[in-house]
């Protein structure tokens, strides 16, 4: 079964972008007035397919066969058998084959998201006699103790420890690691480039 995991922040903004960008094109074509239209949709297709690169496309994926780690420009896959070791820190950084490092660009945890974790995991003080907190379900219990003092890139950097865990004790063999060149994010910034050439030729 598949697992997607990515900034939902960026995701959502990135989301946002592309509507802006679709209304703003269609007004330019609406009202074609030559070169300072030619220029601002070169920019538009500039910054978007920067927003591509960046926002849209980095996921971390769980599949069967592996982690599958998809940043701006490449497409890493580590069968779950060859991670050594997994840190988190800003980033999540996997540790695999012959000491090579494998960062995942999402989810991060921010200074803020990290602070506020730490906070929670903190023991509550008391208040009097009596308590005021609400009596937690269960199973609300349950997921505030898995999440206590930590973010969600430590969450994520769990399972993955857990996964490479299991394999071993599966004895899968340790494939090394693929990666693959992202021919997609390349192409989107090779058409920016181009309309950025183009606006600057033609004004």
Do not use: C
């Amino acid at each position: 079964m598949k697992q997607t995991y990515r900034s939902k922040t960026a995701f959502v903004l990135a989301w946002v972008w592309v509507a802006f960008v679709a209304f703003n094109v269609y007004d330019l074509i609406a009202r074609f007035n030559g070169k300072p239209s030619l220029v601002a949709l070169a920019v538009l297709g500039a910054l978007t397919a920067l927003v591509y690169a960046v926002a849209l496309r980095p996921a971390t994926v769980f599949t069967e066969e592996g982690l599958v780690g998809r940043n701006p420009f490449r497409t890493t896959v580590v069968p779950w058998a060859a991670i050594d070791d997994v840190t988190v820190s800003h980033a999540i950084n996997v540790r695999h084959g012959d000491d090579q490092v494998l960062r995942l660009w999402t989810p991060m945890s921010s200074a803020r998201e990290r602070a506020k974790a730490e906070r929670r995991g903190a023991p509550k003080a008391e208040r009097g006699r009596f308590r005021t907190e609400p009596t937690l379900a269960r199973g609300e219990q349950a997921a505030m103790e898995a999440f206590s003092g930590k973010t969600h890139a430590d969450w994520v950097g769990d399972q993955i420890r857990e996964r490479a865990e299991s394999a071993r004790r599966r004895d899968d063999a340790p494939a090394p690691a693929r990666v693959r060149w992202s021919y997609d994010s390349i192409a989107v910034l090779v058409v920016a480039v181009a309309l950025t050439v183009a606006a600057i030729v033609v004004a």
